[in-house]
């Protein structure tokens, strides 16, 4: 590891930044750099080992903006990419993105087979609550009731609860971020990373072109820290997580932070052949032999 102090400058890019001016993805961005500065700086973890991965959408583009190893797959499928990887070798730090669109539609059954495996890896999603690259559509996180140009009537159905979903899908790290609170979703993405499983964060970040709930989400937040609340109860974490339906009642509470943390064995730590990564162990082919079986 380089002595050298690494800072939140060091993993920008040349990459010209087509977000929205003022767009939330900013302090994602923000928070992932600065988790990751903290975490190499500590000797935590080894920059050359950190690689994100993305798919398709507004979120997409915060791999153009990490300077750091990475990966570029298609829409909803950032999860399979991120098992792969992390599969292949358990060395690396992986950190997935994904949107609320990609994640909890096309991507779903990854999402759910992911808490069950605990592939050691973390994975934020970017939840504004709509496709906002393709002009603001309905995702399953899209409150009821909520138009777009795919609801010109509005949603019918109940938006999908993510928080519930990870827990009772067998997340052993589950908690939910704010984009524009830096210090706290820095500190959740640190704790992700460090935990030995899957560190899954719903990071709320609002759409200020198409859906622009920060004020909303202002009046209505709470941190789960500072009401005691208990990381190893998931009765608990259940309860807290149906405070909120996703949709913006007036008497809604709407808590962020870690609702329930586990340890648990890793998909890997299950398997003793995936112990040595692959690419370690010395293969010898007897092409010949192969060759003969299909004459």
């Known amino acids: 590891m380089s002595s050298k102090t690494l800072s939140v400058g060091d993993l920008g890019t040349k990459a010209t930044n087509t977000w929205c001016p003022g767009c939330t993805n900013f302090g994602i961005l923000r928070a992932v750099k600065t988790a990751?500065?903290?975490?190499?700086?500590?000797?935590?973890?080894?920059?050359?080992?950190?690689?994100?991965?993305?798919?398709v959408g507004c979120h997409d583009k915060i791999y153009d903006y990490?300077?750091?190893?990475?990966?570029?797959?298609?829409?909803?499928?950032?999860?399979?990419?991120v098992a792969g990887i992390k599969i292949a070798n358990p060395e690396l730090t992986v950190i997935g993105f994904?949107?609320?669109g990609a994640t909890y539609a096309e991507g779903i059954s990854h999402l759910v087979h992911l808490f069950r495996y605990n592939i050691d890896a973390t994975f934020l999603v970017?939840?504004?609550?709509?496709?906002?690259?393709?002009?603001?559509?309905?995702?399953?996180?899209?409150?009821?009731?909520?138009?777009?140009?795919?609801?010109?009537?509005?949603v019918a159905e109940k938006p999908l609860n993510p928080i519930a979903l990870a827990l009772i899908s067998g997340g052993t790290f589950v908690a939910r971020g704010y984009a524009l609170d830096l210090q706290h979703l820095t500190k959740l993405v640190e704790e992700a990373i460090m935990h030995k499983g899957f560190g899954f964060i719903d990071v709320l970040q609002p759409c200020i072109?198409?859906?622009?709930?920060?004020?909303?989400?202002?009046?209505?937040?709470?941190?789960?820290?500072?009401?005691?609340?208990?990381?190893?109860?998931?009765?608990?974490?259940?309860?807290?997580?149906?405070?909120?339906?996703?949709?913006?009642t007036e008497d809604a509470k709407i808590p962020i932070g870690i609702f329930y943390r586990e340890n648990r064995p890793t998909y890997d730590e299950q398997w003793p052949q995936l112990k040595k990564p692959w690419y370690t162990v010395e293969r010898r082919i007897d092409w010949k032999q192969i060759v003969d079986e299909f004459k």
Do not use: M
């Open 36 to 55: 990751v500065v903290n975490l190499v700086n500590n000797g935590k973890i080894d920059l050359k080992d950190v690689v994100a991965v993305s798919g």
């Open 66 to 81: 990490l300077n750091f190893n990475g990966f570029h797959s298609i829409h909803g499928r950032t999860l399979p990419t």
């Open 98 to 100: 994904g949107g609320d």
């Open 126 to 154: 970017h939840n504004n609550q709509l496709f906002a690259l393709t002009t603001g559509q309905a995702t399953p996180a899209s409150p009821k009731g909520f138009v777009g140009p795919s609801t010109p009537l509005g």
């Open 209 to 248: 072109t198409y859906q622009n709930t920060i004020p909303y989400l202002k009046k209505h937040l709470y941190k789960l820290e500072e009401t005691g609340h208990k990381t190893d109860d998931l009765k608990e974490a259940l309860r807290k997580s149906l405070e909120w339906n996703y949709c913006a």
